[in-house]
């Protein structure tokens, strides 16, 4: 919602140019990471997630890093645009197949700069 | 497409009364989720559910009870609302098996204010 993305680290971004959101997580047994966005007002939606025997993923403009070694993800925005000011989450897997749920990261906000 | 809706988008209720946060969805999902979302705190798991009438706790049930009666409708309960539980609720919901299975679809959220 509209107060979300208060008191968080904020990325700001003139548009055009590529972003990169980190984050750290806890746990190295974690095997599976997602990227969530929220939008002002609406819910997070999917955006990509990454397999811990992978180290790169790629969507559409869009690139999820995994660095097991120092325990860190991170999600590259190419050629950004206003509709990716957002506040975005990574998240990790937490509980056994099937019972499993997600953990999830404070969160960063990105400000896009027309 | 994949929903999931809340019954309320605004609720402002009063200290010590009863709370009925509803969700529902269309997807046929077998787990469905509550979380509830702070400024600074990022989205804490409250409560959750694998199958009808079965409930976990999350991170942080005090203060919270849950009702799933029908697969596609999870309901939350705040039994006597203090204001520390102004917030935003977001439920979500997920397949239990499966390749997607991690993926969780949310809901736009209720934001209430208890007064």
């Known amino acids: 919602g509209e107060s979300v993305g208060l008191h968080l680290p904020t990325l700001s971004v003139q548009e055009g140019d590529n972003s990169i959101i980190n984050c750290a997580y806890s746990n190295s047994a974690s095997d599976y990471f997602i990227w969530y966005k929220q939008e002002s007002g609406k819910g997070p939606q999917f955006i990509i997630d990454i397999r811990s025997n992978m180290d790169k993923r790629q969507g559409q403009r869009v690139t999820v890093l995994l660095n097991k070694t120092v325990k860190h993800l991170s999600l590259q925005i190419a050629a950004t645009q206003p509709g990716d000011s957002a506040v975005y989450f990574c998240?990790?897997?937490?509980?056994?197949?099937?019972?499993?749920?997600?953990?999830f990261g404070k969160g960063n906000q990105v400000v896009v700069i027309p | 497409d994949v929903k999931v809706t809340q019954s309320s988008r605004y609720l402002v209720k009063r200290t010590g009364e009863k709370v009925f946060l509803e969700c529902v969805q269309d997807m046929d999902h077998e787990n469905m989720f509550w979380y509830r979302q702070d400024p600074g705190l990022g989205l804490r798991l409250i409560y959750f559910?694998?199958?009808?009438?079965?409930?976990e706790k999350g991170d942080i049930p005090e203060g919270y009870s849950v009702s799933r009666e029908k697969k596609e409708r999870f309901s939350l309960i705040l039994e006597s609302a203090s204001t520390n539980q102004t917030s935003m609720y977001l439920c979500a919901s997920s397949r239990r098996w499966g390749p997607s299975s991690y993926e969780q679809y949310f809901g736009p959220g209720t934001r209430l204010t208890v007064t």
């Open positions: 998240a990790e897997i937490r509980g056994r197949y099937g019972n499993n749920r997600l953990a």
């Open positions: 559910s694998y199958d009808v009438k079965m409930k």
